[in-house]
């Protein structure tokens, strides 16, 4: 099992920034990729941005230029680095991680970041 807690959210202006954590415990020696998700409002949940063990990392066109996603293994920690906050990127973001023994995917609970304009 994998227990993710997402922490960073909340409320700012456009153009501003925030910071996302999502802190892993568990089996994360099984865990092969993280990545974080959003789900505006009646809308479906979307890939922001994913992080392979290699540290290879994949974006949406969307948040491509101004999201970074990073992580810090001793910590294991993944994070994500949010600028240029626009008012479309409000939504609840969710952390993902895939496991492969057992093939699993976990979510953490979301967090709420909302982007006035």
């Known amino acids: 099992q994998v227990q993710l807690v997402e922490s960073g959210g909340g409320l700012v202006q456009a153009g501003g920034s925030l910071r996302l954590s999502c802190a892993a415990s568990g089996s994360i020696f099984s865990i092969k990729a993280m990545g974080w998700y959003r789900q505006a409002s009646g809308k479906a949940r979307e890939l922001v941005a994913a992080?392979?063990?290699?540290?290879?990392?994949n974006y949406a066109d969307s948040v491509k230029g101004r999201f970074t996603i990073s992580r810090d293994n001793a910590k294991n920690t993944v994070y994500l680095q949010m600028n240029s906050l626009k008012p479309e990127d409000t939504a609840v973001y969710y952390c993902?991680?895939?496991?492969?023994?057992?093939?699993?995917?976990?979510w953490g609970q979301g967090t709420q970041v909302t982007v006035s304009s």
């Open positions: 993902n991680a895939f496991s492969d023994s057992p093939l699993m995917v976990y």
């Open positions: 992080i392979t063990s290699g540290g290879s990392t």
